[in-house]
C-alpha cells in the first residue's frame, strides 16, 4: 500500500489508525541516531521516511538509499534496516526480541504500540549505526556517494 505525500508530516498524518506509532519510532530513531539525514523517500510502491544515506548499487546504477526508513502500511508500520553483521541482515539478530511483531529479511513489521519493545528498537538503532561508521564515514550521513 502506498500513501501519497509530499511533506513527512503528510505521510504521518495520513497513516491514520498507525499515526501514533509511526510517530514514536520516529523519535526514537532520531534520539538515537540524531546526525542522520531525515527526508521522505517516495517510489514506484511505496512512500517512507529515510534516515541516513547509503550507496546503493543495481544493475543500472549507483544510487543513494536510505540506511533505515520507516513506512506505513495497510496493517502495519514497516522498518527498514540496510545493516548486517557477520553478512546477515541486522534485523534477524532481534526476530526473538521483537515478540508478535514479523521480522522479514531486513524488515520489522510492528503493528502496535502494544508490540513495540522501545529498548529493542534503540538497540537495533545503535547497531545500524555502528555498522554504518565501520562501512564508511559517508554510510548514514548526508553524502553517501562522496
Not at 76 to 100: C, R
Request: with cysteine; aromatic share 6%.
Amino acid at each position: 500500500m502506498k500513501l501519497e505525500a509530499s511533506t513527512i508530516e503528510e505521510l504521518f498524518t495520513r497513516s491514520e489508525k498507525h499515526e501514533e506509532l509511526i510517530r514514536l519510532i520516529d523519535k526514537i530513531i532520531g534520539e538515537t541516531a540524531p546526525d542522520l539525514k531525515r527526508e521522505l523517500y517516495s517510489a514506484p510502491s511505496i512512500t517512507m521516511v529515510g534516515y541516513g544515506e547509503m550507496p546503493l548499487n543495481t544493475a543500472t546504477a549507483e544510487e543513494v538509499w536510505p540506511l533505515i526508513s520507516l513506512a506505513p502500511q495497510k496493517h502495519t508500520v514497516n522498518l527498514y534496516i540496510a545493516a548486517e553483521k557477520d553478512g546477515v541482515p541486522l534485523p534477524q539478530y532481534f526476530i526473538e526480541s521483537f515478540g508478535k511483531s514479523a521480522v522479514g529479511k531486513s524488515c520489522i513489521r510492528i503493528r502496535s504500540l502494544k508490540t513495540l519493545n522501545q529498548e529493542v528498537l534503540r538497540e537495533l538503532i545503535r547497531e545500524t549505526m555502528l555498522w554504518a561508521n565501520l562501512k564508511s564515514n559517508t554510510y548514514g550521513r548526508n553524502s553517501a556517494l562522496s
